[in-house]
């Protein structure tokens, strides 16, 4: 086996880290999966944007048709950035997981309780089935995925390699 010369840079040479764990296979296979349910979930909010007027006027009947615009154009922005963001974050997660990054572990973990939040709310209000449908599947994926996480096999993958 080859090993580089040493050089005076004092720089430790990180070992090859071993291939992922099936359970690290699939937790990032899900991680996918959430990034592919958070795409769906973002069209199928930009599609039904027609109701989201509707839907406002009904909650909020003694808005003026200003009031009803800008909320309208404020609930479009807000759905496209967290929906792009949690797109990004999917991805991020998955590939700093399937790395081995123990922080990407825990950053997945606290995100997981900002989504089990984000849950709470969901139910706090009235939704149709299909605003329950994506939500619901998303927190699924997520508990799945830090159960696969922090395994015993998983953590031994996340240890640092010398």
Not at 25 to 45: E, F, N
Not at 127 to 143: D, N
Request: glycine share 8%; hydrophobic share 50%; charged share 15%.
């Amino acid at each position: 086996m080859y090993q580089p010369y040493p050089s005076g840079d004092n720089k430790t040479v990180e070992q090859e880290r071993p291939p992922a764990p099936p359970s690290i296979q699939t937790a990032v296979k899900l991680m996918y999966g959430g990034a592919a349910v958070s795409t769906v979930s973002l069209i199928v909010s930009l599609v039904t944007v027609g109701s989201i007027k509707t839907a406002i006027k009904k909650a909020k009947p003694n808005f003026t048709a200003t009031q009803v615009n800008q909320a309208d154009h404020f609930i479009i922005g807000l759905a496209i950035v967290s929906g792009v963001i949690g797109i990004v974050l999917w991805l991020w997660m998955a590939r700093a997981n399937g790395q081995g990054r123990n922080w990407a572990r825990i950053l997945s973990s606290v995100l997981f309780f900002f989504a089990t939040l984000d849950l709470l709310g969901v139910f706090s209000q009235p939704k149709t089935a299909l605003g329950l449908v994506f939500p619901v599947l998303t927190w699924l994926i997520g508990v799945c995925t830090i159960v696969l996480l922090w395994r015993r096999e998983s953590t031994a993958f996340f240890r640092p390699q010398r």
